[in-house]
Each structure stands twice: as C-alpha cells, then as structure tokens.
C-alpha cells in the first residue's frame, strides 16, 4: 500500500495562481494511477484531474475548464495539481487518491470506489 500526504492549500484570492503537492511512501510509486479530488459543500468527492504512469496522459474533470494542470515525478513519489485563475468555486478540500486499477484506453477512474488510498486532504480557499 502507499500511504499520501497532500501539501500547499491556503487562502488565496480569485485569479490566483497555486500549486498542490502530493507525496506517497510507496517504492514502485509508478504503478499507481493517481488522481486529486475536492470535497467543497457537498458531502461527496468529486474527481478533479487523473494521470497515468508516465505523466504522459491526463484526464480532466470538464468543470475546470483547462485551468488546472496535473503533473507526476515518480522519482520524488510526488504529484502535483497546478492551478491557474483560481475561482471562489473552487475553494474545496482536495485530497489525492492512488489506484492499483488502471482505466479502459482514452478514459480515467473517476468514483471514489475506484481509488484504494487516500490523503486527508488540503484545504484551499478562494476569496475575496
């Protein structure tokens, strides 16, 4: 198993620029298909972003609107969610999730069932 700790959420105003850590204790840290979710008001937590092994491929939640990038450096067992143009709707918990399962070609997991482990999350709140 792999054990996540999340890292970087803080207060920030609309328009901002952030970027999340998140860093696993796993050796092969590589098998993992990663992925962050957030938890805002709602009692239920909603995929944000995926990506594969590599890094090569991503997945992205359509309410971001290509402002987040998601990102891997397998020899740091870190990922890492970047955001850009930060909007008071994204203020939410966002927690990182591993998978041992990996997703059907040009798709990514995105139900919390899907994902073994998971962080405790890290606050980030947008306001003005």
């Known amino acids: 198993q792999v054990q996540l700790v999340e890292s970087g959420g803080r207060l920030v105003q609309p328009g901002d620029s952030l970027t999340l850590s998140c860093v696993g204790s796993?050796?092969?840290?590589?098998?993992?298909?990663m992925a962050w979710f957030r938890r805002g008001s709602g009692t239920e937590r909603e995929f944000v972003a995926g990506?594969?092994?590599?890094?090569?491929?991503?997945f992205y939640a359509d309410s971001i609107k290509g402002r987040f990038t998601m990102s891997r450096d397998n020899d740091k067992n870190a990922v890492f969610l970047q955001f850009n143009a930060l909007e008071t709707e994204d203020t939410a918990a966002y927690y990182c999730?591993?998978?041992?399962?990996?997703?059907?070609?040009?798709?990514?997991?995105?139900?919390?069932?899907?994902?073994?482990?998971w962080g405790r999350g890290t606050q980030v709140t947008v306001s003005s």
């Open positions: 999730a591993a998978s041992e399962t990996w997703p059907q070609p040009d798709r990514s997991l995105v139900r919390e069932e899907e994902y073994e482990y």
């Open positions: 990506i594969n092994w590599s890094g090569a491929t991503t």
């Open positions: 796993a050796r092969l840290f590589a098998k993992y298909y």
